[in-house]
């Protein structure tokens, strides 16, 4: 099998800021393909949200299958075992409706499943960080997840 060319284009789904993104620290990177958070914080013992930590947009006239996941445990690291808990949830709009399942960050294969977003629609993605009781200001933690764009 052979194919040639092969185009580079633009992306048709891709990260954009939202309400919370500066709080967050986002940075997208080039094209909206990736987003990179370095101000995400939580609390001992009790939950802090981000509503809007940052948009995920369709740019296409039709709607697109997307899945935000958490492959495996490699993809975290640090004081892991001072979190209570991370979730990760894709809502419609700030406090709004929820799209696919909660992200439990720390289990394997944890995701939203695959959501249909809705052509020149832009969603936002919620982070819900709670650190133990005993955690201290030094614990820290880092998360990768993967935005899955379905092909056309």
Known sequence: MQATPI??????VRFVTAADSTAAGASIGTNGTYVSFNS????????RTYQAAVGIQN???VA?????KFDDEE??????????YIFVIVRD?????????????GTADSSTGEISIPASTTWVVEW???WAAGASSTNTVSVKLTLIVAGE
């Open 7 to 12: 185009n580079a284009e633009s992306a048709k």
């Open 75 to 84: 993809d975290w690291s640090g004081d892991t075992g001072n979190i209570d």
């Open 93 to 105: 709009t700030a406090g709004g409706t929820q799209q696919g399942g909660t992200i439990n960050v």
């Open 59 to 61: 740019l296409d006239t």
């Open 128 to 130: 819900n960080i709670k």
């Open 64 to 68: 697109r299958t997307i899945e935000l």
């Open 40 to 47: 995400i914080a939580g609390w001992p013992n009790s939950t």
